[in-house]
């Protein structure tokens, strides 16, 4: 059994910071890449950022320079820290991590998993 949590949503003024955090627990033999989505009202869910096992980085070009992801891969924990918001930043943020799972018999079980989300409210 694998979960996946994300917490430090809230409420922030534009240009207001708010750090993220997702962390993955269960029997995990390891996690592979991991990333930061999110959903506006009326909207498709969209990729914001995401991170390999080895370090590398992507984002969406609409938060680049002012959104970082990391990942501490000892405590199985995702971070977006989110600088300078701006109200198209309001979103539910989702956590996405593909994690090899231990199996009974001894196997790894590689699946993608999701958290039930964070809501990020920027507004005056």
């Known amino acids: 059994q694998v979960q996946v949590v994300e917490s430090g949503g809230g409420l922030v003024q534009p240009g207001g910071s708010l750090r993220l955090s997702c962390a993955a627990s269960g029997s995990i033999f390891s996690i592979y890449a991991m990333g930061w989505y999110r959903q506006a009202p009326g909207k498709e869910r969209e990729l914001v950022a995401g991170i390999v096992s080895a370090g590398s980085t992507n984002y969406a070009d609409s938060v680049k320079g002012r959104f970082a992801i990391s990942r501490d891969n000892a405590k199985n924990t995702l971070y977006l820290q989110m600088n300078s918001l701006k109200p198209e930043d309001t979103a539910v943020y989702y956590c996405?991590?593909?994690?090899?799972?231990?199996?009974?018999?001894?196997?790894?079980?590689?699946?993608?998993?999701w958290g039930k989300g964070t809501l990020v409210t920027v507004s005056s």
């Open positions: 996405n991590a593909e994690i090899g799972a231990k199996t009974n018999w001894g196997g790894i079980n590689r699946n993608s998993f």
